[in-house]
């Protein structure tokens, strides 16, 4: 059963750092676009950062970059978001996802992955 489990959200105050892991269990990842979304109350689900198979590849919304870094280690099957310089903005439901429909850049929308994890909740106080 494939299962993807993120941690490492909590409360920050503004102007501080998180760091989520997404750990991915029952498929092997290394060849899988994998990606961060969030979620904030009353919005839409919406794209934060991926990351290509080839793991060269990363591209962020507008919003995050210079402050969010994505990465992975595909021998741990985990991907991370580094979270710098967070806002009150930032505060989400962050939810990792995959797909081993592999594509040189990876995408933003929600139907381009088919695996999700639960969430971790981040809470950035100004």
């Known amino acids: 059963q494939v299962q993807l489990v993120e941690s490492g959200g909590g409360s920050v105050q503004a102007g501080g750092s998180l760091r989520l892991a997404c750990v991915a269990s029952?498929?092997?990842?290394?060849?899988?676009?994998m990606a961060w979304f969030r979620h904030a109350p009353g919005k839409e689900r919406r794209f934060v950062a991926a990351?290509?198979?080839?793991?060269?590849?990363?591209n962020y919304v507008d919003s995050v970059k210079g402050r969010f870094t994505i990465s992975r280690d595909n021998a741990k099957n985990t991907v991370y978001l580094q979270m710098d310089s967070l806002n009150a903005e930032d505060t989400a439901v962050y939810y990792c996802?995959?797909?081993?429909?592999?594509?040189?850049?990876?995408?933003?929308?929600?139907?381009?992955?088919?695996?999700w994890g639960q969430g971790t909740q981040v809470t950035v106080s100004s």
């Open positions: 990351i290509s198979w080839i793991g060269a590849i990363g």
């Open positions: 996802a995959a797909t081993s429909r592999r594509t040189v850049h990876p995408g933003r929308d929600p139907s381009d992955y088919d695996y």
């Open positions: 029952g498929h092997t990842f290394s060849r899988d676009n």
